[in-house]
């Protein structure tokens, strides 16, 4: 309390109010409590307001413009009413920004860059729904501090990542965005990511700050609609989606974003339950929550606020602390507090949220640290392409592969590369690209080229078109459905090639915000296209470019061979070409379920059992009479061109109490003639419980290496917290009683066993 008395005098006695020029004093203070509480002191309640604006700048357009002029924004940052501007890109432009404030502004408190990093910044990386499917949280932090560095070298020093919501629904187009159907992946992902943007210290130059997103509920919007209603309960928001959140605030994220859905009736930019008692309350979070893109006046769209500023007073009791380009707190929010209609305390909070991230990121210190241009000249691009090549290969997965198809032989001499997907360099970018260049990937057919020299004939042929015309952000993306002049071309070339190499899938457009789709199968003419280059050549390897999971039926029970191979991002066709040819392994497990139809939609291994799970004597049980219920290829599966053997689990003890950890042993032994990775998974189910629980969940898993013929003996350790779940006495615990222990190589082909946990 001394050093903040002290530290307001020497603030004002040195007649000035512009804390940016005083920097030396502040840094002297080193309680970063107590510097936020001396700048806020010395704050109108305008310039208080203003810290939980956010204005989009006019370099990038991720949502629907607001009517304010560019004039009018810049006297705003002139003035000191603005908090941070998200898609302000370039050293250059960050400085300018920061310039209006620090040299115009009375109190001169530095701005904040907001950007959509999602998978790299310049370097692009797998779709993050991609690059989940390698299960390996050293490339999940790799890639996010790469992507940082690059970030923080353009000015920008906050990423609107990761994206943790936990989805199931194929035909919503941002489940490209996350890591899939899992609550204890999607954990262990955010986790990682943030560590890889934030670092040690968030004051790095290198390091940027990181935004836990979207809470909540927004990956379950109601038939993968975006935007749309979330019916869930209390239970599977506490058991589903809270945990990646909670784990991502342990984890220290400076930020979080809330979401454009509905809850139950709430939408969530007016969540008090979720914004103040969970996140601010029972979890003690101590960062700020930045709304996501006009969320807060939408709730006039939504129907729970009359007008701008009736959005304002619900989003700011809630607990949104900043609105991104809404105009919903400008306008209302001082008003409000001197109608009494807001207390001026709620403002003060959400405004100390924001200076303490702003403190940590030592921006007072420097607001020009990360617009410093030789950031830029030091870093070594070349090493960011082959760090991405590496994720990218990892996050392959192998789904079928007969007779040896793959990896192609070098026997082979004449492979066809076909389909609208071969020699596209866009695509593999994926949507939420950040700054990476338009056509910059390597393209399967390049990968392809380079892997094999001169050795081998690569018989290019496009066959049709997939998306045509412009293709942006925010426009709708154009099917080919008609045009099929190219197949007879394919056809030739498929007919004089050993092996075809059939490159099919999604356009970067097809997935990602507002990209919510009804079909999920080969979109266009491709299918056509494949079932034409079949009747001629039946030796075809399905690449699938892709950034959710597709409908594949036919492809599955026709072709010899397939592989997942998303969104690879920049290095994509090299990292494809390591595959198909064996320099690299596969060892990519599905992070989320591949439906046999999209009717099957939203699909997950971790569904709950119901009362009538199975009969296959009658109609009346809990399925489909046209399909069968389970998944296509389930959630953790992939193939290696080894296999491997699974022996039983050994269990410790067949009962454990509270406080112990039982060991859970089992060999997996490589049983073919290469080398290879493994993730070995263990998912627990709880059997009987005061809620119902899902027939699986994944608790544990491990990566191994084996040689051929080696064995290894993989350990888990199972103790109370892995037990834990949302009761019925709406706390997170355990309950005693039997569970069983599933080990094995997928969510589907699991060794059972079981134990107690005792009273
Ligand atoms: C809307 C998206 O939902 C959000 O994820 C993104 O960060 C913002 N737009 C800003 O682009």
């Given at each position: 309390m001394k050093k903040y008395i002290l530290f307001i005098i020497v603030l004002f006695s040195s007649g000035f109010l512009a804390i940016g020029q005083n920097s030396e004093i502040l840094s002297s203070v080193k309680n970063v409590e107590t510097k936020v509480d001396s700048v806020l002191a010395l704050m109108t309640l305008e310039e208080k307001v203003g810290q939980l604006v956010q204005y989009n700048g006019s370099w990038d357009l991720t949502g629907p413009a607001s009517n304010l002029d560019a004039k009018q924004k810049e006297e705003n940052l002139k003035n000191g009413l603005v908090g941070s501007m998200l898609n302000v890109l370039s050293v250059e432009a960050t400085t300018e920004a920061q310039k209006l404030v620090m040299e115009n502004s009375r109190l001169k408190i530095p701005l904040l860059f907001g950007y959509d990093v999602i998978h790299g910044y310049t370097t692009i990386f797998p779709v993050p729904l991609a690059e989940t499917a390698s299960w390996d949280m050293e490339a999940a932090e790799e890639s996010a501090r790469i992507a940082a560095l690059e970030s923080a070298a353009h000015g920008v020093n906050w990423t609107f990542s990761p994206m943790i919501d936990v989805s199931?629904?194929?035909?919503?187009?941002?489940?490209?965005e996350g890591s899939g159907e899992d609550p204890y992946l999607t954990s262990m992902v955010a986790v990682a990511k943030i560590k890889g943007y934030q670092g040690k210290d968030l004051s790095h130059p290198h390091t940027i700050a990181a935004t836990a997103k979207?809470?909540?509920?927004?990956?379950?919007a109601e038939a993968g609609r975006d935007y749309n209603t979330v019916h869930i309960g209390e239970n599977e928001l506490h058991n589903t989606v809270l945990p990646p959140f909670k784990a991502a605030a342990e984890a220290g994220v400076a930020t979080f974003m809330n979401s454009f859905n509905d809850i139950d009736g709430t939408p969530a930019t007016g969540h008090k339950v979720l914004q103040r008692d969970i996140l601010k309350g029972d979890w003690d979070w101590n960062g700020f929550i930045v709304s996501d893109w006009a969320s807060i006046s939408e709730m006039i769209d939504h129907g729970f606020a009359r007008d701008k500023k009736h959005a304002a007073e619900i989003a700011i009791k809630a607990g949104s602390d900043m609105d991104m380009e809404g105009g919903a707190y400008e306008t209302s929010l001082v008003q409000l507090v001197e109608e009494s209609k807001v207390d001026e305390a709620l403002i003060d909070d959400a405004v100390k949220r924001v200076l303490r991230v702003k403190f940590k990121m030592g921006l007072f210190e420097d607001p020009y640290r990360y617009s410093n241009a030789e950031t830029l000249k030091n870093i070594s691009f070349e090493d960011h392409r082959k760090a991405s090549r590496d994720i990218a290969k990892k996050s392959i997965v192998l789904l079928k592969n007969e007779n040896?198809?793959?990896?192609?032989?070098?026997?082979?001499?004449n492979i066809a590369v076909i389909g609208p997907l071969a020699n596209d360099k866009d695509s593999p970018i994926g949507n939420w690209r950040g700054q990476g260049e338009a056509n910059s990937a390597v393209s399967v057919v390049e990968g392809i080229r380079k892997a094999v020299g001169t050795d081998v004939n690569v018989n290019y042929a496009k066959g049709a078109d997939l998306g045509m015309g412009e293709r942006s952000f925010l426009m709708p993306l154009k099917i080919n459905e008609t045009d099929t002049s190219g197949f007879a071309e394919a056809v030739e070339v498929a007919k004089n090639s050993e092996v075809v190499v059939m490159v099919l899938g999604e356009d970067a457009f097809q997935t990602g915000e507002g990209r919510s789709q009804v079909n999920i199968g080969l979109a266009g003419v491709q299918q056509e296209l494949l079932e034409e280059i079949y009747k001629v050549n039946k030796n075809i390897i399905l690449v699938l470019i892709n950034g959710r999971p597709m409908e594949i039926s036919w492809a599955a029970e026709n072709l010899p061979a397939i592989t997942v191979?998303?969104?690879?991002?920049?290095e994509s066709g090299n990292a494809i070409a390591d595959v198909l040819f064996g320099k690299y392994n596969p060892s990519g497990k599905l992070p989320v379920s591949f439906p046999r139809a999209v009717g099957q939609e939203p699909l997950y291994y971790n569904q709950k059992n119901t009362g009538r799970p199975y009969s296959d004597q009658h109609v009346t049980f809990s399925g489909y009479t046209d399909s069968p219920k389970d998944a296509l290829y389930p959630f953790g599966f992939g193939l290696s061109y080894t296999t491997f053997e699974y022996g039983e689990p050994q269990l410790s003890a067949k009962e454990m109490n509270e406080n112990e950890t039982l060991e859970v042993r089992l060999s997996v032994t490589n049983t073919g003639n290469v080398a290879g990775k493994e993730i070995v998974q263990l998912y627990i189910r709880d059997l009987v419980a005061s809620t119902t629980r899902p027939v699986k969940e994944l608790k544990a898993f491990e990566i191994i290496e084996l040689a051929p013929g080696e064995t290894k003996n993989v350990q888990f350790k199972v103790d109370e917290t892995m037990l834990q779940f949302y009761t019925a006495n709406r706390k997170w615990e355990s309950e005693a009683g039997e569970f069983e222990i599933l080990t094995g190589?997928?969510?589907?082909?699991l060794k059972k066993s079981i134990f107690s946990l005792n009273n």
């Open positions: 199931r629904d194929a035909r919503w187009g941002r489940i490209m979207h809470f909540a509920g927004y990956g379950l040896g198809l793959l990896p192609i032989s070098s026997s082979v001499k191979a998303w969104q690879l991002g920049t190589s997928n969510s589907r082909d």
